[in-house]
């Protein structure tokens, strides 16, 4: 088992190498330059010119990308930002925390509601009980998070002036960029719940179990639950991910400084070494979330576990 | 309800009723297992023996009704039960083994508390040293190593798997199993040993057995009974040596024997029973084999026949009179 | 089930908490809410030409002059009296007396010897000292500037470039710009800055025309309108500025009296390139580009981007807020689309032609005026594509010529001389029209005219150079002024903002409306 974890870890190398590479190749390709975007319309040519240099931008685009990995790799540095001049550290973990708070209340948020209600839509199904959290959730589903999120503003800050719409100053703040963010989620796990228990459901060791004289209650919560999560499970792990990554709308429309604000700001100035930094960190939390998931999954799936726990020889 | 019977099935009928159509899937059966023998069901696919070993269990889906008739067991009609009750049944006093063993297990707990699980429902007293003694010992009985109750069911083969199917069935020791063609999905070599246990079990045990199947060697080897399936009715039925030695036959066991291959004889094709089961949404109102028989008549057609019985052996076909004997050969 | 019925409940009793809980972040009763659009790129006035920049370093620091856009022209800030030589080569600043830095040092000549020494560095400050040789301080309380060439709209120069404390900077060193600072001699001193959230400024109360009336100030930053809109009817923002045209309505309905709709310093216009090579030069035919400038009712881009609110503009710069743009005098080209089409046909071509790509920006205003043109073209037969880019992009491609026609925005300029950007030949940075080309204009006269009009403090003599220069760029029929945008202000009743103005508000003229207890 560690030797799989070792290896999983080793795998964010290349990771990072090939995320660092992406950006830079891509970025390449896009018109414009800090220099430009930073001086601004009034600024000499020459002057734009000059600080294009000075920051590197000018250099090739393998020169840029060995460089930065040495820095990265030898001093542990990732780089000075070309708009603000400081350390892209400074800017990019305290971001960072921001937008991973807000997602892991949205991923408990919505595990906590959609996974039970997805149980209760399979095993009531064809009852109210089923359809109108089905509904619910596809509408939902459907809806754009910005829209979401200008609903939630307009009910709950303006006409019901119960949540501030600015900024993580209160706790209260918290709440609604966390929903406009996990709603969906929300959504899709009562459906991909209720698919993966339905399946479960009509397994036949299920029939098994009914055989055995057990009561419908220990055929539902110890039979078919336990094997309907296993997928659920994954899912949780890659709805975090893309929640970490997606947050950017939800963020500019409550004021909320997270990563995903932060990156997409910056591109518009050309500022690689944000962009890379802020997009090797993301990456970096989603490899690190999918391995806990596997792991949770080998341990919670026998079948799994035993292809990691091989005995040597 | 006859004292030598465990299980007397009078006259059942069982219908899935859908909001498009009704499948009359078992039209008026009779049954009537001993105690400590074996009843084989034959037939083919859609015949209708697993809606029978179902409704006896009560373990019908959603869309399935019994219609009518009885099912008793040891004076008890199961239909009549609550549900709760009938629970205390499953399991314990009737059993059942389903048929492909791949996927009947749940994958997630180990073969031991799945064993075990049946043990604790049924005898909720039991300390847990005793509860895994017994699970150990089920294990043994069919041929398992105990200390493999931590495996997993994905660590055991096909017939292994079976194997603890069948010790699921006869851990809290039932009186009825009904086995619902287990070898089926097994090759043949483990199926020849999987049957040589049961056969022991049985005999070890004093199980009654209802063994649904549609292979006639296994009926020839396992059985006591018979019942011939087809389109939700009992054919024939009679003891093994009725049906395999007998004189008179339903056209359809004649069928049935007819298609075994014979390894002596040179054949270019196996010899079939030409056409299909009849759709049992809409079955013919006379005889049910009418459209594939190559006896049929006029009267097959208009009029069921009627039971025709001789001993032990029951035909029901026209070619037969009440007491089982061959009518005059009336063509036309 | 229960689970879903726990939570549900926990879920209430949250919401529940939260509205006796602590007042919904909404304004505290002293501190003043303003939105920032962006965030904050620097506190440093010298590092940056952003505008939101700006008006937040025009809290915190104070200029030797100080900009009046509500009346027009310029005031003494720090400086008591400036006087110009005669052929205003050098300018002689005598500073006020008793004025502070908000650290307490004095602010001397020495300062501003600093200040000024350390912008000629500073390639965002380009623009306003490219014309000064040196600065001298021979006393402390004189600054004398001395330039490289006569040049009389010095106003700008020194309204733009704040003093700050040669102490305080040079301490804080690299970190100036990243942390707040007392380095300023204005009414404000930033209390806290955060580069992602904004920063909160309270009064300096030793300032030398007095503490300013609101205390304490908090900057939000906003990214999104939809959201400061909601902000703003909510109680949660007191003042609104630069508001979407879109939301007008529902803002005005929410502010009530407190609403403005000034006239923005700011101008859109449309420029050819004379010298493409599109369609053999198609547009280097003066009669072409006349048709094309008659062809255009400027109204429609008015209805496009400004909802109506705007105006249509012949001039390049804003008469309200440059009193040195010519008004009359210089072909307008008002919207005809007879002769439009009869100028074509004269040109040789009277079934339309293609003329090419309209280059802008992704800014709205830009795109969406190069739309209407495109379309208003189309009616009298000449088609083009409109392409936009990052501005930045685009104003790479402009100042090598690379484009056939291109919609531009500028904004911010106080005095005609900033037409040199446009129109000469060494200009600094954004170059759109280059005259020189193919020997086409008399661009050796323009550029003279230019240089005589900054060369002299004489407003008679300027404005005959400047009536000349505009009457002769509008004959080129190369740039078409099309509309000024509106600046929508609301605010809150908790305050009262003076007169109104559409960028450089000083928060120092607002003052608390007190409350009829």
Redesign the interface.
Same mark, same amino acid.
């Given at each position: 088992m560690y030797r799989y974890i070792v290896k999983r870890i080793l795998f964010l190398i290349p990771t990072i190498l090939g995320v660092a590479f992406i950006i830079y190749f891509v970025l390449n390709l896009t018109?414009? #330059?800090p220099g430009?975007?930073i =001086?601004?319309?009034?600024?000499?040519?020459e002057?734009?010119d000059? &600080?294009n240099e000075e920051l590197g931008y000018n250099d090739p685009l393998l020169v840029k990308y060995v460089n930065y990995m040495k820095k990265l790799v030898l001093e542990g540095d990732f780089g000075t930002s070309y708009?603000?001049?400081?350390p892209v550290m400074n800017?990019v973990l305290?971001?960072f925390w921001v937008t991973l708070q807000l997602s892991i209340i949205g991923i408990i948020i919505s595990t &906590?509601?959609g996974v039970? =209600?997805g149980m209760?839509t399979a095993v009531k199904q064809y009852s109210a009980w089923d359809y109108i959290p089905s509904i619910l959730a596809f509408l939902l589903a459907a809806i754009p998070s910005f829209v979401l999120g200008?609903v939630l503003?307009?009910v709950f800050?303006?006409k019901l002036? =119960?949540?501030?719409?600015?900024?993580l100053?209160?706790w209260?703040?918290y709440?609604m960029p966390s929903l406009c963010m996990a709603i969906p989620i929300t959504a899709f796990n009562v459906r991909f719940t209720k698919s993966s228990m339905l399946e479960s459901i009509r397994?036949?060791?299920i029939?098994?179990?009914?055989?055995?004289?057990?009561?419908e209650r220990t055929v539902i919560w110890k039979?078919a639950l336990? #094997?309907a999560l296993?997928p659920v499970i994954t899912n949780i792990g890659l709805n975090m991910g893309g929640l970490i990554m997606g947050a950017v709308v939800s963020e500019? &429309?409550?004021?909320v400084?997270g990563i995903g604000? &932060?990156i997409v700001?910056r591109i518009?100035y050309k500022d690689e070494p944000v962009i890379i930094a802020g997009t090797i960190v993301i990456s970096i939390t989603f490899t690190i979330i999918m391995l806990i998931v596997d792991i949770i999954y080998a341990y919670?799936?026998?079948?799994i576990k035993?292809k990691y726990t091989r005995i040597k020889g | 309800m006859n004292e030598q019977n465990i299980l007397e099935i009078k006259d059942l009928s069982v219908i899935y009723k859908t909001d498009l159509e009704t499948v009359k899937a078992v039209n008026g059966i009779n049954i009537a297992i001993k105690k400590k023998s074996t009843f084989g069901l034959v037939g083919e696919t859609g015949a209708g023996k697993t809606t029978t070993a179902r409704s006896i269990i009560r373990l019908l889906p959603k869309v399935g009704h019994v219609t009518g008739g009885s099912i008793e067991f040891e004076g008890q009609n199961l239909l009549d039960l609550p549900e709760d009750e009938m629970r205390t049944y499953r399991g314990n006093k009737i059993a059942m083994v389903f048929q492909d063993p791949m996927t009947s297990l749940n994958p997630v707990m180990s073969v031991g508390d799945q064993i075990a699980e049946t043990i604790k429902i049924h005898n909720p007293h039991l300390s847990k040293e005793d509860v895994e003694k017994r699970v150990e010992d089920t294990l043994a009985m069919v041929g398992i190593l105990p200390s493999r109750k931590i495996d997993y069911p994905h660590q055991f083969s096909g017939g292994m798997k079976q194997r603890v199917i069948i010790a699921i069935a006869l851990a809290c020791e039932p009186d009825l199993l009904i086995a619902d063609e287990p070898t089926t999905a097994l090759d043949v070599t483990i199926q020849a040993q999987v049957l040589m246990m049961i056969k022991d079990l049985r005999d070890r045990l004093g199980t009654s057995m209802l063994m649904i199947t549609h292979d006639l060697g296994i009926v020839a080897k396992i059985c006591d009974d018979v019942g011939v399936m087809y389109a939700g009715e009992i054919v024939e039925s009679g003891t093994v040596q009725d049906i395999f030695e007998g004189k008179n036959h339903h056209p359809y066991t004649e069928g049935l024997f007819g298609s075994i291959p014979d390894l002596k004889a040179t054949a270019k094709r196996p010899q079939a029973i030409p056409g299909l089961m009849p759709d049992p949404t809409n079955l013919p109102e006379g005889c049910v084999f009418v459209e594939r028989c190559k006896y049929a008549m006029d009267i097959c057609r208009k009029e069921h026949p009627q039971l025709s019985v001789s001993g032990t052996h029951k035909l029901c076909c026209h070619l037969f009179d009440e007491n089982g004997n061959r009518k005059e050969a009336n063509h036309g | 089930m229960k689970r879903i019925i726990a939570l549900s409940l926990a879920l209430v009793m949250i919401v529940a908490l939260a509205a006796c809980g602590q007042k919904s972040g909404g304004a505290d009763s002293d501190t003043l809410i303003l939105r920032a659009e962006t965030a904050f790129t620097t506190l440093d006035p010298a590092n940056s030409n952003n505008t939101h920049d700006i008006i937040l370093y025009d809290q915190v620091y104070d200029g030797l002059y100080g900009l009046d856009e509500a009346h027009g022209g310029y005031y003494n800030e720090l400086a008591e009296e400036v006087v110009a030589n005669e052929d205003s080569t050098q300018y002689t600043v005598t500073l006020k007396d008793g004025i502070k830095f908000a650290n307490g040092e004095p602010v001397t000549a020495q300062d501003c010897v600093f200040t000024y020494e350390r912008a000629f560095q500073n390639a965002n400050m380009n623009y306003l000292v490219s014309m000064i040789d040196n600065v001298e301080a021979p006393d402390e309380k004189t600054f004398v500037i001395n330039l490289k060439y006569p040049y009389a709209p010095i106003a700008h120069t020194l309204f733009r470039v704040k003093i700050v404390s040669e102490k305080e900077v040079t301490e804080q060193g690299d970190k100036f710009g990243t942390i707040p600072n007392t380095a300023g001699a204005g009414p404000y001193i930033i209390d806290e800055f955060d580069i992602a959230t904004g920063c909160k400024l309270i009064a300096n109360e030793n300032y030398y025309e007095g503490a300013p009336d609101i205390k304490k100030v908090e900057y939000r930053v906003y990214s999104d309108p939809a959201a400061a809109v909601i902000a703003f009817e909510n109680g949660e923002l007191d003042f609104y500025d630069q508001a979407a045209l879109s939301d007008w309505e529902s803002l005005k309905a929410a502010a009530g009296d407190n609403n403005a709709m000034v006239t923005g310093n700011n101008i859109t216009w449309l420029g050819i390139n004379y010298a493409s090579p599109t369609n053999n030069n198609i547009l280097g035919n003066d009669l072409v580009r006349k048709a094309i400038f008659y062809a255009i009712n400027k109204e429609n881009v008015n209805l496009a981007v400004c909802e109506g609110y705007g105006r249509t503009a012949t001039t390049y710069m804003v008469p309200e807020f440059v009193p040195t743009q010519p008004t009359e005098g210089f072909e307008t080209y008002d919207y005809n689309v007879e002769k439009a089409k009869e100028l074509l046909a004269q040109a040789g071509y009277p079934d339309g032609a293609d003329i090419g790509t309209i280059l802008t920006s992704t800014s709205a205003n830009s795109s969406k005026s190069a739309q209407v043109v495109q379309n208003e073209l189309a009616q009298i037969g000449l088609t083009c594509q409109v392409q936009t880019l990052d501005v930045s992009a685009v104003v790479e491609r402009t100042i090598v010529q690379d484009y056939d026609l291109t919609v531009y925005g500028d904004s911010g300029n106080y005095d005609f001389n900033n037409i040199r950007q446009q129109v000469h030949s060494e200009s600094v940075g954004m170059y759109i029209i280059d005259f020189t080309l193919n020997d086409k204009f008399d661009w050796e006269r323009i550029e003279y005219l230019v240089e005589a009009g900054a060369a002299t403090a004489d407003m008679e003599e300027r404005m005959t150079y400047y009536n000349e220069l505009w009457a002769m760029i509008m004959d080129t029929a190369t740039m078409l002024p099309l509309i000024n945008r509106p600046v929508a202000i609301v605010w809150s009743d908790r305050i009262d903002i003076g007169d109104p103005v559409p960028t450089y508000y000083k928060i120092k003229n607002f003052s608390w409306v007190d409350s009829a207890e």
């Amino acid at each position: 088992m560690y030797r799989y974890i070792v290896k999983r870890i080793l795998f964010l190398i290349p990771t990072i190498l090939g995320v660092a590479f992406i950006i830079y190749f891509v970025l390449n390709l896009t018109p414009g #330059n800090p220099g430009r975007s930073i =001086l601004g319309a009034n600024a000499s040519q020459e002057a734009v010119d000059q &600080l294009n240099e000075e920051l590197g931008y000018n250099d090739p685009l393998l020169v840029k990308y060995v460089n930065y990995m040495k820095k990265l790799v030898l001093e542990g540095d990732f780089g000075t930002s070309y708009f603000t001049k400081q350390p892209v550290m400074n800017e990019v973990l305290p971001r960072f925390w921001v937008t991973l708070q807000l997602s892991i209340i949205g991923i408990i948020i919505s595990t &906590l509601v959609g996974v039970p =209600l997805g149980m209760l839509t399979a095993v009531k199904q064809y009852s109210a009980w089923d359809y109108i959290p089905s509904i619910l959730a596809f509408l939902l589903a459907a809806i754009p998070s910005f829209v979401l999120g200008m609903v939630l503003l307009l009910v709950f800050s303006l006409k019901l002036n =119960l949540l501030p719409s600015y900024g993580l100053d209160t706790w209260d703040a918290y709440i609604m960029p966390s929903l406009c963010m996990a709603i969906p989620i929300t959504a899709f796990n009562v459906r991909f719940t209720k698919s993966s228990m339905l399946e479960s459901i009509r397994a036949d060791y299920i029939d098994t179990a009914r055989a055995k004289g057990a009561t419908e209650r220990t055929v539902i919560w110890k039979h078919a639950l336990k #094997n309907a999560l296993l997928p659920v499970i994954t899912n949780i792990g890659l709805n975090m991910g893309g929640l970490i990554m997606g947050a950017v709308v939800s963020e500019r &429309l409550f004021s909320v400084p997270g990563i995903g604000a &932060l990156i997409v700001d910056r591109i518009n100035y050309k500022d690689e070494p944000v962009i890379i930094a802020g997009t090797i960190v993301i990456s970096i939390t989603f490899t690190i979330i999918m391995l806990i998931v596997d792991i949770i999954y080998a341990y919670v799936d026998p079948r799994i576990k035993a292809k990691y726990t091989r005995i040597k020889g | 309800m006859n004292e030598q019977n465990i299980l007397e099935i009078k006259d059942l009928s069982v219908i899935y009723k859908t909001d498009l159509e009704t499948v009359k899937a078992v039209n008026g059966i009779n049954i009537a297992i001993k105690k400590k023998s074996t009843f084989g069901l034959v037939g083919e696919t859609g015949a209708g023996k697993t809606t029978t070993a179902r409704s006896i269990i009560r373990l019908l889906p959603k869309v399935g009704h019994v219609t009518g008739g009885s099912i008793e067991f040891e004076g008890q009609n199961l239909l009549d039960l609550p549900e709760d009750e009938m629970r205390t049944y499953r399991g314990n006093k009737i059993a059942m083994v389903f048929q492909d063993p791949m996927t009947s297990l749940n994958p997630v707990m180990s073969v031991g508390d799945q064993i075990a699980e049946t043990i604790k429902i049924h005898n909720p007293h039991l300390s847990k040293e005793d509860v895994e003694k017994r699970v150990e010992d089920t294990l043994a009985m069919v041929g398992i190593l105990p200390s493999r109750k931590i495996d997993y069911p994905h660590q055991f083969s096909g017939g292994m798997k079976q194997r603890v199917i069948i010790a699921i069935a006869l851990a809290c020791e039932p009186d009825l199993l009904i086995a619902d063609e287990p070898t089926t999905a097994l090759d043949v070599t483990i199926q020849a040993q999987v049957l040589m246990m049961i056969k022991d079990l049985r005999d070890r045990l004093g199980t009654s057995m209802l063994m649904i199947t549609h292979d006639l060697g296994i009926v020839a080897k396992i059985c006591d009974d018979v019942g011939v399936m087809y389109a939700g009715e009992i054919v024939e039925s009679g003891t093994v040596q009725d049906i395999f030695e007998g004189k008179n036959h339903h056209p359809y066991t004649e069928g049935l024997f007819g298609s075994i291959p014979d390894l002596k004889a040179t054949a270019k094709r196996p010899q079939a029973i030409p056409g299909l089961m009849p759709d049992p949404t809409n079955l013919p109102e006379g005889c049910v084999f009418v459209e594939r028989c190559k006896y049929a008549m006029d009267i097959c057609r208009k009029e069921h026949p009627q039971l025709s019985v001789s001993g032990t052996h029951k035909l029901c076909c026209h070619l037969f009179d009440e007491n089982g004997n061959r009518k005059e050969a009336n063509h036309g | 089930m229960k689970r879903i019925i726990a939570l549900s409940l926990a879920l209430v009793m949250i919401v529940a908490l939260a509205a006796c809980g602590q007042k919904s972040g909404g304004a505290d009763s002293d501190t003043l809410i303003l939105r920032a659009e962006t965030a904050f790129t620097t506190l440093d006035p010298a590092n940056s030409n952003n505008t939101h920049d700006i008006i937040l370093y025009d809290q915190v620091y104070d200029g030797l002059y100080g900009l009046d856009e509500a009346h027009g022209g310029y005031y003494n800030e720090l400086a008591e009296e400036v006087v110009a030589n005669e052929d205003s080569t050098q300018y002689t600043v005598t500073l006020k007396d008793g004025i502070k830095f908000a650290n307490g040092e004095p602010v001397t000549a020495q300062d501003c010897v600093f200040t000024y020494e350390r912008a000629f560095q500073n390639a965002n400050m380009n623009y306003l000292v490219s014309m000064i040789d040196n600065v001298e301080a021979p006393d402390e309380k004189t600054f004398v500037i001395n330039l490289k060439y006569p040049y009389a709209p010095i106003a700008h120069t020194l309204f733009r470039v704040k003093i700050v404390s040669e102490k305080e900077v040079t301490e804080q060193g690299d970190k100036f710009g990243t942390i707040p600072n007392t380095a300023g001699a204005g009414p404000y001193i930033i209390d806290e800055f955060d580069i992602a959230t904004g920063c909160k400024l309270i009064a300096n109360e030793n300032y030398y025309e007095g503490a300013p009336d609101i205390k304490k100030v908090e900057y939000r930053v906003y990214s999104d309108p939809a959201a400061a809109v909601i902000a703003f009817e909510n109680g949660e923002l007191d003042f609104y500025d630069q508001a979407a045209l879109s939301d007008w309505e529902s803002l005005k309905a929410a502010a009530g009296d407190n609403n403005a709709m000034v006239t923005g310093n700011n101008i859109t216009w449309l420029g050819i390139n004379y010298a493409s090579p599109t369609n053999n030069n198609i547009l280097g035919n003066d009669l072409v580009r006349k048709a094309i400038f008659y062809a255009i009712n400027k109204e429609n881009v008015n209805l496009a981007v400004c909802e109506g609110y705007g105006r249509t503009a012949t001039t390049y710069m804003v008469p309200e807020f440059v009193p040195t743009q010519p008004t009359e005098g210089f072909e307008t080209y008002d919207y005809n689309v007879e002769k439009a089409k009869e100028l074509l046909a004269q040109a040789g071509y009277p079934d339309g032609a293609d003329i090419g790509t309209i280059l802008t920006s992704t800014s709205a205003n830009s795109s969406k005026s190069a739309q209407v043109v495109q379309n208003e073209l189309a009616q009298i037969g000449l088609t083009c594509q409109v392409q936009t880019l990052d501005v930045s992009a685009v104003v790479e491609r402009t100042i090598v010529q690379d484009y056939d026609l291109t919609v531009y925005g500028d904004s911010g300029n106080y005095d005609f001389n900033n037409i040199r950007q446009q129109v000469h030949s060494e200009s600094v940075g954004m170059y759109i029209i280059d005259f020189t080309l193919n020997d086409k204009f008399d661009w050796e006269r323009i550029e003279y005219l230019v240089e005589a009009g900054a060369a002299t403090a004489d407003m008679e003599e300027r404005m005959t150079y400047y009536n000349e220069l505009w009457a002769m760029i509008m004959d080129t029929a190369t740039m078409l002024p099309l509309i000024n945008r509106p600046v929508a202000i609301v605010w809150s009743d908790r305050i009262d903002i003076g007169d109104p103005v559409p960028t450089y508000y000083k928060i120092k003229n607002f003052s608390w409306v007190d409350s009829a207890e």
